[in-house]
């Protein structure tokens, strides 16, 4: 049987030309690859076929929202640096120890410092500013401010730090750091004063008693402390007046109503007279001067040697009564010792951080000069009652 043979039909030669066509594309798109491959490979570079940006104009209506939302995000940054400025004049007015929470308030001025008013108090922030420490946490007007507040109220370290938002780290050296200064810019307030400005400004009731020659009321005032864990420093600080653990202050007040004369601190169990006698207090006296004070200063010899004399009132101590001179001589006395009285309450009535217990850091830590914070303290106080209104009636 033969083999039937393909006939070339028409059909039959479409698709051979098909598939030939066919091939020779796909030996054309081989070629291409290759040659694209070696140019890769070599070191020249590669035309950057990426088209370029457009460098026609935007079109107005685009323009024309950017410039809309340009305005509104100014109007809006303009809303909030208003608001921001609000913001500050609010903290800065809910500050207590601002100068605008204070300015043109003098009763607040008077409950907050114990100065009598706003002007008085600017007038002292004038003396010490300069002094403040350039870097504070707050500002200087702020840190005098709660200095004076902790001194006239005996507020807490950790009550300033919560109220002010800051440790109270910062708040006692903020406290010990302003002390320091007012300590050293408020030197001339509390001073001894000449003779002849005693004489001529004299009270009368003085003038009445003693005539001329009174130049100081004197007594001491104690002030609590912790008690120590040292014994020496225990026993050296018991009082058996107060029966508790306290330094001790002589204080000097002229007639005139002001402190002249206030001691370093000095222990608890120190007798007057002996504080008296130590503490350079006599230095201060010239021949003729006359000193008032209460009984348990027995320094009558001490200023005699000095040419001056003292007044105390009698002693009733094995006695019945007291003789009709020495109970005239004791009311004269006690009619014008009470001003030294109502001068030391006055000190511990405006500022009660005498009043408290004091830590026993505050009558520890010393200067190059041996003061203790305490003693800087009770200088302080005694300095800022003489910026004040005087007790004693001069008519």
Not at 284 to 294: N, R, T, V
């Amino acid at each position: 049987m033969g083999t039937s043979r393909q006939v070339n039909t028409p059909d039959n030669m479409s698709s051979r030309y098909f598939r030939k066509k066919g091939r020779a594309e796909k030996s054309d798109a081989a070629k291409t690859l290759l040659m694209f491959a070696e140019n890769m490979s070599t070191d020249e570079p590669v035309e950057d076929l990426t088209p370029l940006p457009s460098e026609e104009p935007l079109p107005e209506t685009e323009v024309e929202m950017l410039q809309k939302q340009l305005a509104l995000a100014k109007e809006e940054n303009e809303k909030l640096k208003c608001k921001n400025h609000e913001l500050k004049e609010k903290l800065k007015n809910t500050n207590p120890y601002s100068d605008s929470a204070l300015e043109g308030n003098d009763e607040k001025v008077r409950s907050l410092t114990g100065l009598p008013c706003f002007a008085l108090l600017m007038a002292l922030f004038r003396l010490v500013e300069e002094c403040l420490p350039p870097k504070m946490t707050l500002g200087k007007f702020e840190c005098l401010v709660l200095t004076l507040a902790r001194l006239r109220l005996n507020l807490t370290i950790s009550f300033l730090a919560f109220q002010l938002a800051v440790s109270k780290s910062t708040i006692s050296r903020i406290f010990v750091d302003v002390i320091d200064v007012l300590y050293v810019r408020t030197q001339g307030i509390v001073r001894w004063p000449e003779r002849e400005e005693l004489q001529k400004t004299m009270p009368l009731q003085f003038q009445k008693h003693f005539g001329k020659k009174c130049c100081v009321i004197i007594d001491c005032f104690e002030v609590f402390i912790e008690c120590p864990s040292n014994l020496m420093a225990r026993s050296e600080t018991w009082s058996n007046y107060k029966h508790h653990n306290t330094v001790k202050f002589l204080i000097g007040i002229a007639p005139q109503g002001v402190v002249s004369f206030i001691s370093k601190s000095w222990g608890g169990r120190t007798s007057d007279k002996f504080i008296t006698e130590h503490c350079g207090f006599l230095n201060k006296l010239l021949p003729g001067d006359l000193i008032l004070a209460d009984r348990g200063f027995d320094i009558g010899d001490s200023v005699g040697t000095l040419c001056a004399s003292v007044n105390i009132p009698a002693f009733t101590k094995g006695k019945g009564q007291l003789s009709p001179l020495d109970l005239e001589e004791t009311r004269k006395i006690a009619n014008v010792r009470i001003h030294v009285e109502r001068v030391i309450g006055l000190v511990r009535q405006k500022f009660t951080f005498l009043n408290g217990t004091q830590p026993i850091d505050v009558v520890m830590t010393k200067d190059e000069r041996g003061l203790t914070t305490i003693d800087k303290v009770a200088y302080v106080c005694c300095a800022l009652v003489n910026m004040c209104e005087s007790v004693v009636d001069f008519n």
